[in-house]
């Protein structure tokens, strides 16, 4: 087995009406506790690098790290760019060895986004890769740039047929209500998803695999576990997990999570640095953290995206 694009695994999804986790990787121990979950639920799996990811390990780490897991595992894994910004970004990924990557032009004017999306999949189709797009905008963080609620739209269903057509890309992420990050919503306010979006986006592209970003949880098991040991994180909140089920039920093929790895890793560190003062050993803490991340995952794959025994 080699890594894998995300072509098979959507149109089985789509079908299966369940959905892929695509989960950001930073280092060894978030890669390893992600796949010892797929493995042990016989998962596909998305693993995910954003560009502040890359620069943050280099270029060559996290995709040796990735193939160290397709060995190990044995398991159809796709290694995807998120949240690719330039041209020049997704074809170095792609030369790289990724098997997808996502141009994310949503916060340019239509045309825009239509004819860099369009160069993108023309170099990444030429090599063997696959390409997500996005047509509307998230609130919430990525790379340090904040996009505010005011400032974030829904996707407008009436565009998804001309801009998937024109820039022959693989799949589609929309917004509709998601945010990146562990702040989503307004405490005391009922989240909810725009489904009637989804829907209407589906029926324009029936079969056409849908990408959620944005759709952390926010376990406030992590979050008490942070607030516990030292940490201030009051009024995080995340997307219900019932309805990221609903939507992998429906169109969604690929649902994005990030922000629930990090708190699990955080809330454990924070909590054994706490209960042993004297240990300066940096296994003794990422051991745990590694496994709570493997617990997460398996929770996520098995109860929410329903792609256990899915590989
Ligand atoms: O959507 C953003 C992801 O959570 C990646 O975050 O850009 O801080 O690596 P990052
Ligand atoms: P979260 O911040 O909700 O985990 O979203 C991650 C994401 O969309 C990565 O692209
Ligand atoms: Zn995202």
Do not use: W
């Not at 999306?117 to 963080?141: D, P, S």
């Amino acid at each position: 087995m080699s890594i894998v694009t995300s072509q098979e695994m959507f149109a089985k999804a789509y079908a299966g009406g369940y959905a892929i986790g695509a989960f950001n990787v930073n280092n060894m121990e978030i890669i390893q506790g992600i796949t010892e979950a797929a493995k042990e639920c016989n998962a596909p799996v998305i693993l995910q690098v954003s560009s502040g990811a890359r620069k943050y390990a280099n270029r060559t780490y996290l995709v040796k790290l990735v193939e160290a897991a397709v060995i190990e595992t044995g398991l159809p894994i796709c290694l995807h760019l998120d949240h690719g910004d330039s041209f020049e970004l997704c074809k170095a990924c792609v030369d790289d060895g990724f098997s997808s990557v996502m141009i994310d032009a949503s916060s340019k004017p239509f045309e825009e986004n239509v004819a860099l999306t369009r160069q993108v999949v023309e170099y990444a189709h030429a090599h063997g890769a696959v390409v997500e797009a996005e047509l509307g905008t998230l609130a919430g963080i990525e790379d340090d740039v904040k996009v505010k609620a005011e400032d974030s739209s829904y996707t407008r269903p009436e565009d998804v047929q001309e801009f998937v057509e024109r820039t022959g890309c693989d799949s589609l992420a929309i917004a509709i209500g998601t945010s990146h990050g562990a702040y989503k919503f307004k405490p005391g306010t009922k989240p909810q998803l725009r489904f009637d979006i989804l829907e209407e986006v589906s029926e324009r592209l029936p079969g056409f695999p849908i990408v959620l970003h944005g759709s952390s949880s926010v376990p406030q098991e992590y979050v008490q576990m942070i607030n516990a040991f030292g940490g201030d994180m009051p009024g995080a909140i995340g997307v219900p997990e019932d309805q990221l089920r609903q939507a992998a039920r429906l169109a969604v093929c690929k649902i994005n999570i990030d922000s629930d790895l990090r708190l699990a890793m955080t809330g454990t560190i924070r909590k054994y640095l706490a209960e042993h003062p004297a240990e300066f050993d940096p296994r003794k803490y990422l051991g745990p953290a590694r496994e709570n991340i493997k617990q997460l995952v398996k929770h996520k794959i098995v109860d929410v995206l329903g792609c256990d025994g899915k590989a």
